[in-house]
């Protein structure tokens, strides 16, 4: 299938010969869907801490700190802003004059647009805008809608539209605006910073945007270290080409650009699996680049992000144990019925049916494997409609059956019963995460072998005005982390503020007061 300049191409990408075909046999064949069992709900596989609780956790996790705990945090910002511009795009590509654009507000498609144009002085970025235009918004009494769009979305202006969302002015403030990467560096400073004042923070970013993040950063790290007595060690790094997948053609063939060259398509957030592969730490924090609040609402973020980690360390703590005991191979049955009933009734690991076939060897065998894995924490919010993953009870390929982050993609629609678990799911996953990546032994685990590789996912997209088809990675909180040990408790909502369009900046969260 592959010619010898084919070869040449993979090998100068980094891309693995096997790892292709693999992913050539997907194309093929499809991926089997996750067989969901029950929604995780309060009392049944989700935690609800009461805030007795969260405050305690507050004081022992800075006590942990102090004795030498060392946390990183990990934030996915490669993401572009366009998306959030959608309807502004279409607007203005519907838009050929200033007057057109007055009649098209009138119309119920472009309610969101009329949105932003009402409030457009509740915008953080409005000073700026408003001076890239000469300070002249109006047009014959009129805004001058157009030309507001193109300044604020092209490089006649701010370029948000082009822009990774990471690096857009998000809140205001009386020094001035802020972006999601400095609200990150404030996080990090009030709940990731080490006994000796370092805070550890890794971006994933675009390799076009790298150089605009270094330049923000660079501007932000003395104000922010003066005022919170901290150092910050920042990180970069990128999607990495060998992660992409290749595209095939309608009949499954390798997708062929014109000039005969194989083409490959960033796989993506599963991909970021490799970065976070080679973050040191003794715990880490992950949270998506544009899930942050203004000041004022920081501190729910800042409680339980500590109670998370006191429960990580509590429950690594007991598994540390009980693996150090199956090390030696000589255990009681006291020592076994202890280990089962943690393993199923706080690991939340179902075995297979009928249970633990098979001898003492080869249920310490079972037990070791269950419990040596890396561990994660996983918030969930109240669901109240945001289109994503949730937490489920799910079978799992070794037949096992445990708490997953489950995405709709692997879900079968067409099956009736599973749709109606899914309609009865209670919570929300926001990717807020802390994870344990380290053994008993205090070695790092590699991540990469505990993904499930069925978990990807095959869409349509075009190429040249060819169709193709397109294939993603396991995603990076469901099947990227499918074979990890998995808990959810359950966060305030207050603590989930996602910005997917312009307007939710406009959300009472995301203003001043």
Same mark, same amino acid.
């Given at each position: 299938?592959?010619?010898? *300049? ?112 009402? !409030? ?36 006649? =202006? ?19 605006? /802020? ?16 006994? /000796? ?171 070791? /494997? ?8 996983? =918030? ?8 994503? =993953? ?13 708490? !997953? ?12 019963? !599973?749709?109606?678990?899914?309609? /009865? ?35 349509? *997209? ?8 397109? !294939? ?42």
């Amino acid at each position: 299938m592959f010619t010898q *300049k084919d070869l040449e191409q993979l090998n100068n990408r980094g891309s693995n010969l096997e790892v292709i075909e693999n992913q050539l046999s997907y194309f093929k064949k499809g991926f089997p869907h996750l067989k969901v069992l029950s929604p995780a709900t309060i009392g049944n596989g989700i935690i609800r801490l009461d805030s007795m609780a969260v405050d305690s956790s507050v004081k022992e996790y800075n006590k942990k700190v102090q004795d030498g705990l060392q946390p990183a945090k990990f934030i996915p910002a490669s993401g572009a802003a366009s998306r959030m511009f959608q309807s502004l795009f279409s607007f203005a590509e519907a838009a050929s004059s200033n007057q057109k654009a007055a009649e098209l507000l009138q119309e119920e498609r472009f309610g969101s647009v009329a949105q932003f144009f009402i !409030q457009l002085t509740n915008f953080s970025f409005y000073k700026k805008l408003s001076t890239s235009l000469g300070g002249q918004l109006y047009e014959e009494g009129n805004l001058k809608y157009c030309e507001i769009i193109d300044y604020l979305l092209t490089d006649k =202006g701010l370029n948000y539209g082009f822009l990774p969302k990471g690096l857009l002015d998000f809140h205001s403030y009386l020094e001035g605006p /802020r972006t999601p990467v400095e609200e990150h560096l404030i996080e990090g400073a009030l709940y990731g910073a080490d006994n /000796r004042g370092n805070v550890k923070l890794h971006f994933t970013v675009s390799p076009e945007h790298l150089n605009l993040f270094k330049e923000k950063i660079a501007q932000s790290t003395p104000v922010f270290e003066t005022k919170f007595g901290v150092h910050y060690e920042i990180s970069f790094s990128e999607q990495k080409p060998s992660t992409d997948t290749i595209a095939v053609d309608p009949e499954n063939n390798p997708f062929r650009l014109s000039d005969g060259t194989l083409l490959f398509r960033p796989a993506g957030h599963g991909a970021l699996l490799e970065n976070l592969n080679e973050i040191e730490g003794d715990i880490i924090f992950i949270k998506n680049i544009d899930n942050v609040v203004p000041d004022r609402l920081k501190d729910e973020t800042v409680r339980y992000k500590m109670a998370l980690v006191l429960i990580l360390l509590e429950i690594q703590n007991r598994i540390f144990q009980y693996l150090k005991i199956l090390a030696t191979k000589e255990v009681t049955e006291g020592q076994l019925a202890d280990i089962i009933d943690f393993t199923e009734h706080e690991l939340c690991i179902k075995p297979v049916d009928p249970k633990y076939e098979g001898d003492t060897a080869t249920l310490i065998h079972y037990l070791y /494997r269950k419990l040596n894995r890396p561990i994660r924490i996983c =918030g969930m919010v109240l669901n109240e409609g945001e289109p994503g =993953g949730g937490p489920f009870w799910a079978e799992n390929s070794d037949g096992t059956v445990s708490l !997953q982050v489950v995405e709709s993609s692997q879900i079968d629609h067409n099956d009736h019963l !599973q749709r109606e678990i899914v309609s /009865r799911s209670s919570h929300f996953n926001p990717v807020d995460l802390v994870c344990g990546i380290r053994n008993y032994k205090g070695e790092k685990f590699d991540l990469l072998k505990f993904r499930d590789p069925e978990t990807g996912f095959i869409s349509s *997209k075009s190429k040249d005005g060819k169709t193709l088809k397109a !294939q993603e990675l396991p995603g990076l909180w469901n099947g990227a982390m499918a074979d990890w040990n998995t808990l959810f408790v359950e966060v305030p909502i207050i603590t989930f503020n996602p910005v997917k369009t312009i307007n939710d900046l406009l959300r009472h969260e995301h203003q001043p007061v």
